[in-house]
């Protein structure tokens, strides 16, 4: 085996390992103690608090950020809501403490921390526990990063791995609304969120629209063996993101079948969510369809391609054959001086113009029937400036 291919296979597998740990990493050890909210070993994981804090009600908004253990706000005690936002799950001091504040369930705190959950909810009675997985692009890869959502009667808490997310329209509604009296509600508040992650998902499928019409337009005009391990990378990132879809579709089921929401008029909110988990459901399957097309038109395209190289060098061995044959002819050795039929044509004081005369009339009378039968140019299809 060739040491390209080896270092070919070590790449191959290091890409690999790389995607699964961006799923499937932080998970407990086993046989832990369930709801054991514990530091990882690995020295590289940030313990910095990144908490802002957006307390508001219908006529009143304050913002800030917590950078200290000791500043994590308790919950109001009136008419004000509370959103703690908090970036980073690797500290667990700041995850037990906000825990204790806020009468979050150790279960649940141990899923925010080991960030391989599949989207759920949870009804732990003092407050409900989602959680929702948000698209990003990492170097240009697909990342879903886990946010984890807690809301009870005065307070909404969400927690992400990093700084970007797609909260930025909620932001700006909270900020600009002078009356909020909906974003008043945690539960809504809860539900503006997750419909943010859902929608979220609309432009990374437009964009994954995009590079399909130009990965059909290459593989029709230049097919290439890339495109094909393109092909196939884009459908691992759809099946993907259709089973975290489906989980989150799932999941506002559920959250339907609750109380506080099937009697409310927060039911028709969530089953917009489900509705919107139905339509990025069925844009995936269209691409995916799409993808396996790619595929069939890049074996058929190839055929092709090797069918007209193949037909091309056919009508060149069909032409030299005769030229091959009259060359033939007269490069063999006879002896003119022991007999006049030893190719008299060697005699002849016009025998080269006339060889190369023949060869080159038989030449052009084999590229004009074959042009003619439209093997050379494709004849019903004018050239077109």
């Given at each position: 085996m060739s040491t390209t291919h080896l270092t070919s296979n070590k790449k191959t597998k290091k890409h690999h390992k790389?995607?699964?740990?961006?799923?499937?990493?932080?998970?407990?050890?086993?046989?832990?103690?369930?709801?054991?909210?514990?530091?990882?070993?690995?020295?590289?994981?940030?313990?910095?608090?990144?908490?802002?804090?957006?307390?508001?009600?219908s006529t009143e908004l304050d913002e800030?950020?917590?950078?200290?253990?000791?500043?994590?706000?308790?919950?109001?005690?009136?008419?004000?809501?509370?959103?703690?936002?908090?970036?980073?799950?690797?500290?667990?001091?700041?995850?037990?403490?906000?825990g204790e504040i806020y009468g979050l369930h150790p279960l649940a705190l141990e899923d925010v921390r080991n960030v391989h959950q599949r989207p759920k909810v949870e009804d732990y009675k003092s407050n409900t526990f989602a959680i929702v997985r948000m698209p990003i692009l990492i170097n240009e890869e697909l990342d879903l990063e886990q946010v984890s959502l807690f809301w009870g009667k005065n307070f909404v808490i969400s927690f992400q791995e990093k700084s970007d997310d797609c909260f930025d329209p909620v932001r700006t509604r909270l900020k600009n609304d002078v009356k909020r009296i909906k974003l008043c509600n945690p539960t809504y508040f809860a539900y503006a969120l997750m419909d943010a992650v859902v929608d979220s998902y609309f432009p990374l499928l437009e964009n994954y629209g995009i590079i399909l019409d130009e990965l059909e337009d290459q593989v029709l005009l230049n097919p290439d063996p890339q495109q094909v391990a393109r092909t196939h990378a884009i459908k691992r990132d759809l099946a993907l993101i259709r089973h975290t879809i489906w989980s989150q579709r799932q999941a506002f089921a559920n959250l339907l079948e609750f109380d506080e929401i099937a009697r409310s008029e927060l039911r028709f909110f969530i089953r917009d969510c489900e509705d919107h988990s139905f339509q990025l459901i069925d844009i995936i399957e269209s691409y995916r369809e799409r993808l396996n097309g790619l595929t069939d038109i890049y074996l058929s395209?190839?055929?092709?391609?090797?069918?007209?190289?193949?037909?091309?060098?056919?009508?060149?061995?069909?032409?030299?054959?005769?030229?091959?044959?009259?060359?033939?002819?007269?490069?063999?050795?006879?002896?003119?001086?022991?007999?006049?039929?030893?190719?008299?044509?060697?005699?002849?004081?016009?025998?080269?113009?006339?060889?190369?005369?023949?060869m080159v009339v038989i030449a052009s009378t084999f590229l004009l029937y074959f042009w003619r039968k439209g093997w050379i140019a494709d004849r019903t299809h004018p050239h077109q400036d």
């Open positions: 790389k995607r699964h740990a961006r799923f499937f990493h932080h998970r407990s050890k086993r046989g832990s103690t369930p709801g054991l909210v514990v530091m990882p070993s690995e020295s590289t994981y940030s313990r910095e608090i990144n908490i802002s804090v957006l307390t508001f009600n800030k950020h917590v950078v200290q253990i000791d500043q994590i706000p308790v919950p109001p005690v009136d008419d004000k809501i509370i959103w703690l936002d908090v970036n980073g799950v690797k500290n667990t001091e700041v995850l037990n403490r906000i395209s190839t055929s092709n391609r090797l069918n007209e190289v193949m037909k091309m060098l056919t009508i060149i061995a069909t032409i030299f054959m005769p030229l091959s044959f009259i060359s033939g002819v007269y490069g063999m050795n006879f002896d003119r001086s022991v007999s006049p039929y030893n190719m008299p044509e060697l005699g002849w004081y016009f025998g080269y113009p006339m060889a190369i005369g023949l």
